[in-house]
């Protein structure tokens, strides 16, 4: 090989790694140095749709955090369950079924440092031990980080949300076919939390780039 042809063949390499390098260091990571599972509660849930009116006392979850550092500019940061008992539809009793995962997508420094994203969620609605409606769609969800020594992490899920109701194995769901839920705010927090440094106040979500 001539001596022009390694002096490209240098210059090209050097440009390849330095756009590696580039790459890396703008590369958002999203990072947890909390607690790696955890439960939470809620206050009272009220949705409607184009039929009686779902009432419930509360809810309690139970939630499991993936692996990080991540590297992407989402993160499917958060998957669990949630379970609303003691519920009431037109005057009957019902709970509600869910399962949801949190994506985080935005980063906000505090305090106390907020993550934003979209919490998808999957429901199935009960009567009588039969499921009678399946609700799937998303919320806008904020959660934000504990601050020690005890004020524990929480999840803010706004109103409204795009849960679309559909018929479920028991029959026609009472609540419509097709239809978009309205649900009221609500906030989930952290009321134990395991996996992470004490106090276990739940996960601590930063994100760099």
């Known amino acids: ?16 790694l330095l756009a590696v390098m580039s790459s890396a260091a703008g590369a958002v990571t999203w990072h947890n140095s909390g607690d790696t599972a955890f439960t939470a509660t809620s206050g009272a849930l009220t949705f409607s749709v184009t039929g009686p009116t779902f009432t419930c006392p509360g809810t309690t979850a139970t939630a499991t955090v993936a692996s990080s550092p991540f590297v992407g500019a989402t993160w499917t940061a958060i998957t669990g369950t949630e379970t609303y008992n003691s519920c009431a539809m037109g005057g009957v009793g019902a709970r509600l079924d869910c399962s949801f995962t949190f994506t985080a997508q935005l980063w906000t420094a505090g305090p106390p440092a907020t993550t934003t994203g979209s919490l998808d969620e999957t429901c199935g609605l009960f009567e009588f031990s039969s499921m009678i409606c399946r609700l799937a769609g998303a919320f806008h969800a904020v959660y934000a980080n504990p601050s020690p020594p005890s004020t524990f992490g929480r999840f803010t899920l706004t109103t409204g949300g795009s849960l679309v109701t559909s018929n479920a194995s028991s029959g026609t ?19 134990s939390a395991t996996g992470g440094p004490t106090p276990h106040l739940g996960p601590i979500i930063t994100r760099t780039s």
């Open 1 to 16: 090989m001539s001596r022009s042809g390694r002096i490209v063949l240098l210059v090209t390499a050097l440009l390849s």
């Open 173 to 191: 769901c009472p609540l419509g076919t097709g239809d978009r839920a309205h649900f009221t705010e609500r906030t989930l927090v952290v009321n």
